[in-house]
């Protein structure tokens, strides 16, 4: 049974629009929802994450919304760049613990 | 930034033998971790170290997989033996304090197990 679940599998979208990226889980205890940027050939990095006692966490052109009722949340990014083109993962883990839960990614291509 | 460097980034072998990947961790990081990711799937946590000892393990790390640090050089995990379902890209991944903070991950080590 996968705990995180990421859609779409891929992403394509024109520069300047938004690109939504969504994530949901199936373990209730997960309260820390990182998401993780990964370009070709190199490691995850952390982009921007969240806890679960907030239902939005922004930076810059990078917002999380959290519903955790519904145990969703999505990335959202505003005014895409090509140079956001990349894999974006989404992880969760409970508070004290030192795993982090994956999911497969999407793969976000941002088309000039 | 803090980079966390892996060695070799490409290794193949045969089943059976014993493999030994590298790991560099943030020099003022305590706490280590492997992730498992095979081809098109997610990344699976294996094993996270601290102060010398393992503190958590997956039910991927089987007894054929070690870690240690020796005199903090290295971080490194040892297979032994291999294999087939072993192959996967390893990745290693370091943070100054716990996993619910900033882990810095290395590019990853491909283990093509023959």
């Known amino acids: 049974q996968q705990q995180v679940r990421q859609s779409p599998q891929s992403l394509t979208v024109w520069e300047g629009e938004t690109a939504i990226l969504n994530c949901s889980y199936e373990?209730?205890?997960?309260?820390?929802f990182p998401w993780y940027q990964q370009f070709p050939g190199e490691g995850p990095a952390l982009l921007i994450s969240i806890r679960s006692v907030s239902d939005k966490k922004e930076d810059g052109r990078f917002t999380i919304f959290f519903n955790k009722r519904e145990k969703k949340l999505s990335l959202h990014i505003t005014d895409s760049q090509p140079g956001d083109s990349a894999t974006y993962f989404c992880?969760?883990?409970?508070?004290?613990?030192?795993?982090?839960?994956f999911g497969k990614g999407t793969q976000l291509i941002i088309q000039p | 930034g803090p980079k966390v460097l892996q060695i070799p980034s490409h290794q193949i072998i045969d089943m059976g033998q014993m493999v030994t990947l590298n790991c560099d961790p943030v020099s003022n990081h305590l706490y280590f971790y492997w992730y498992k990711q095979i081809l098109g799937q997610q990344m699976e946590f294996l094993v996270n170290f601290y102060n010398g000892k393992v503190m958590e393990k997956s039910k991927l790390f089987k007894d054929q997989f070690s870690v240690e640090r020796p005199d903090g050089s290295y971080f490194t995990l040892k297979i032994q033996p291999t294999a087939l379902e072993d192959s996967a890209v390893y990745f290693c991944a370091s943070s100054r304090d716990r996993a619910n903070e900033r882990l810095f991950f290395g590019h990853g080590t491909k283990l093509s197990v023959l």
């Open positions: 373990d209730s205890t997960f309260n820390y």
């Open positions: 992880a969760a883990s409970t508070e004290g613990a030192d795993r982090l839960t």
